[in-house]
């Protein structure tokens, strides 16, 4: 009896701790490095006379200060796991009205992709995730490249 107890309060505090380090905050710094091209295109969405619009601006070509105001914006923000991230397919509804996509390039190749929303939705590499401060976010990035 005292074995079956035992085991119960292992498996539930094994759990507690699982669970603890799954929705621990992670930092959208692990996406870029100082030495990684990154590319962005910020999109505002909504209806306007009855007609849907999105406009978007592209920041291709990104100078290096900026680069490091927007690394060092990165490195302050975090974001978190959700149940559903282990069987997401990347694809995320309720976007809100501000969507902000970040490309992260290793030489030519993509080696991260970020979509961030105004709804607080996340989804970096196909996998969806929670942000609290994603509009904050987002307008701190196009203060930084206006």
Same mark, same amino acid.
């Given at each position: 009896m005292k074995k079956k107890m035992l085991c119960s309060i292992i498996i539930v505090i094994a759990f507690f701790v699982c669970c603890t380090v799954y929705f621990k905050p992670l930092s959208l710094s692990d +996406?870029?490095?100082?030495?990684?091209? =990154?590319?962005? +295109?910020? !999109?505002q969405l909504g209806v306007k006379n009855g007609e849907a619009y999105i406009d978007s601006v592209d920041y291709q070509d990104i100078p290096i200060d900026q680069k490091n105001a927007i690394l060092s914006l990165l490195d302050k923000h975090t974001y978190?796991? &959700? +149940?559903? &991230?282990l069987f997401s397919n990347g694809s995320t509804s309720d976007l809100g009205d501000k969507t902000l996509s970040i490309y992260v390039y290793?030489?030519? !190749?993509? =080696?991260?992709?970020?979509?961030? &929303? !105004? !709804?607080?939705k996340v989804v970096i590499n196909k996998k969806t995730y929670n942000m609290e401060d994603a509009e904050p976010f987002i307008e701190q990035i196009v203060e930084i490249m206006n």
């Open positions: +996406v870029a490095e100082a030495d990684n091209q =990154i590319k962005m +295109v910020y !999109s978190r796991r &959700t +149940v559903g &991230t290793d030489d030519a !190749s993509l =080696i991260n992709s970020v979509l961030v &929303t !105004s !709804s607080g």
